[in-house]
Structure formats: C-alpha cells, structure tokens
C-alpha cells in the first residue's frame, strides 16, 4: 500500500519534506508528486531497485499521510468508517484495509496502526490524505473520538532490504527479532525516538520509522553511516514503484479506484462483514460479493513479456482479436530481466499459462504469458 506515481494531481504549492536539503545536495533527480517535492532517483533506477533485492535502501516517505484518530470511542469509529474489523487489532500491531464509499468504491488502501486502546494512526496515500481526513472527520460525528490531520507531525523514513535489520540494530536496542511483520513498537533509534514499524511497499523485509521532522536528518545520517558497510544507498520513488510492481502490489490510481469495490479488485479478503455494527458501504460490498461469487469479474493477472516492449497502464490486453482486459502497470523488472505487468483480464483468460494472450502496443499485439501474482516473492 502506497503512492509512487509521479503523475498524481498536485495542488499549486509545492510541499517540501524534511529532508528536502538532503536529497539536493545527494544530486537526486527531484519530482512532483501529490504536492510533494520529491526524490524519484538518485542515480540509477536499476541499481537503486538491486540493492533494495540485494542489501538495502534508505528512502524518504514523508509525503504519506498519517491521521491520528484517539478517544474512548476510537475503535467503533474505525470499524464503521473502514470495512475492516480494527478493533480486533491488538496494540501494537498493524492492519492492511480499505475506505470505502458508500456505493462501495475504493477511497483508498490504508495501513492503521494501533498504538494503544485508545489510539490509532491512519496511514493514507499522498494523493488521498486530504479525501481519507475529510472522509473519517464526517463519519467520526456520532462517536466520541478525535480525527486530527498529523501529517506535519512525522517524517517517515524507511529502510527496505535483506541488511535492514541489522542495519537497524546497530541503532537501536529495540527488540526487533521480536517485532513481526506488520507490528510497530516505540523505541529510540540512533538516540532519535521513533515508531518502528516492520512494514514495508518492496517485497522485502524492513522497516518504516516515523520520527519527529526536526530528527529527520540526523535519522537519515545515522541510518547512511550504519549501513556503509553493507551496501546500503538512498533511493527513490521511481525503483518503489518497480520493485513494488515484482512484488505484486496494488497502487492507488492503477490497480485501485472508487468505479472498483475490493471484490472487482480480488481483495475481498479486507472486508469484514462478520464485525459487530454497520459501517460504510456494507450494503453495497453485500452486493458486490455476492455478484463476484456468481459471476467473476475480471481478474488481476501479472504478463510476463516475450519480447522488449515495455507495457502501460490504459494499454488494452487482446486474446483471438478481442479485448479482453487492461493493463493497470507496467514496467521492465530489473528481477526478471524483462518486461512485465499487472491487468485486469476475463476471467476465462486469467489462469496462469493461458495462451494467445497479448497486449495491444501501439497496434502491434505483443505475447505475454499470463503468470499468477506477485512475480517475485523473497527468500524467508
């Protein structure tokens, strides 16, 4: 769950994260993004995207949106405004989910944290901090919880690879062996105090730290030192998007969006009808469960190239001269050597191996095999 898309809509003043300064003076090659100013690459895209397979990479996600929402009535609130069952959650830990709206349309993927029995952080794509705050602001009106916008509370800096933990644990005496995927802990990291989150939008182990802005930096010098002997290197949005694509993970704008339910986007699985009360777009996700179960809607498939030409997302998927699906991202995958993307396709084309399968490239129907997700999947 994130944002990388360089091509989101912005508003007319540009924001500027913490490490602003820092990635100038590392030459990075800067891009809009939701508003943001922010790194795409450092140097090279594939060796950025090897190192993250290989060793490690430092990135700066400060652009995310974190929404804090804390009172008595915290819980109720979340479990009716998300379709995921959040009280179930135990402090501590971390869940993927979705808000929806009432018509069952995606607003965004989300990951809420829950901090303690009465506190949560929200964590919302960049493009749709703004709709998910306007969204759980309205829908906390009948519950005894606060929503407030912290996105200028944190800086987010995550560190994503094989050497991540041991990278980490030279700065922190914080018990990471113990902390599972998805979990969270308070601790002090290079005297710095963080939330350490084991999560992560790479395929790989690692971690995501939210600090203070004013310890961004120093976080970030501490984290570049700690792993100069192990190869780790900064890197941008451009190689998350890539590495995010091999690991079969679904983006908002491409793989997710409000004319799709999670049933349509096969992520059925994050919507919790057994969970106590009603909540948000529960009588539309009936529905659309209901009709995925009768008659499957497309399902999202990865195409693994034959040839060179590199897919988009808009490019139409054709068996027997018919189209048949629509490619939703698309990328060379330094992994794999070749070109590869994710679409929604028909169901009677999406089973792996199908063939006569292609994508519709500027009228030249290029081969793909139809492969199941994610394309790659790290060694425990």
């Not at 929503?147 to 800086?155: F, G, K």
């Not at 780790?232 to 998350?240: E, Q, W």
């Not at 008659?295 to 190239?305: M, Y």
């Amino acid at each position: 769950m994130s944002s990388t898309d360089p091509a989101s809509v912005q508003p007319a003043e540009q924001r500027h994260t913490a490490l602003d300064a820092v990635h100038r003076a590392l030459g990075a090659t800067m891009t809009d993004f939701a508003g943001w100013d922010m790194p795409l690459r450092y140097g090279s895209e594939r060796d950025e995207h090897h190192a993250v397979r290989t060793r490690a990479g430092l990135f700066d996600l400060s652009h995310m949106g974190e929404i804090t929402v804390a009172g008595p009535q915290a819980a109720a609130l979340l479990d009716f405004a998300l379709v995921g069952n959040i009280g179930a959650v135990k402090a501590g830990r971390a869940r993927y989910t979705m808000i929806c709206r009432a018509d069952g349309g995606i607003l965004d993927d989300l990951i809420v944290y829950r901090l303690a029995e009465t506190e949560f952080m929200v964590v919302a794509n960049a493009s749709n901090a703004q709709v998910v705050l306007d969204a759980l602001t309205e829908r906390a009106g009948a519950f005894d919880a606060e929503v407030r916008d912290d996105r200028d509370a944190y800086a987010l800096i995550a560190v994503q690879g094989p050497e991540s933990p041991g990278i980490l644990a030279a700065l922190t005496d914080a018990d990471l062996d113990g902390l599972k995927y998805y979990a969270g802990l308070p601790g002090t990291v290079a005297g710095v105090p963080a939330l350490i989150a084991r999560t992560g939008y790479t395929g790989e182990d690692g971690f995501e730290l939210f600090v203070r802005p004013e310890h961004a930096v120093e976080l970030w010098q501490a984290l570049t030192k700690a792993g100069e002997g192990v190869g780790l290197i900064p890197c941008g949005l451009s190689c998350r998007d890539t590495l995010r694509l091999e690991a079969g993970m679904p983006l908002y704008g491409h793989e997710l969006s409000t004319s799709l339910t999670p049933f349509d986007a096969g992520l059925g699985r994050v919507v919790k009808f057994d969970k106590d009360g009603d909540f948000v777009g529960r009588t539309a996700l009936e529905a659309a469960a209901g009709r995925a179960a009768e008659q499957p809607p497309r399902v999202l498939v990865g195409l693994v190239a034959e040839g060179r030409r590199v897919p988009r997302a808009g490019y139409a998927v054709v068996a027997g001269g018919e189209v048949i699906g629509e490619v939703t991202s698309g990328a060379p995958s330094p992994t794999l050597g070749r070109p590869i993307a994710m679409a929604y396709v028909d169901a009677a084309h999406a089973a792996p191996g199908t063939a006569g399968v292609g994508v519709d490239i500027r009228g030249s129907h290029e081969p793909y095999e139809v492969v199941a997700l994610p394309f790659y999947k790290r060694r425990k």
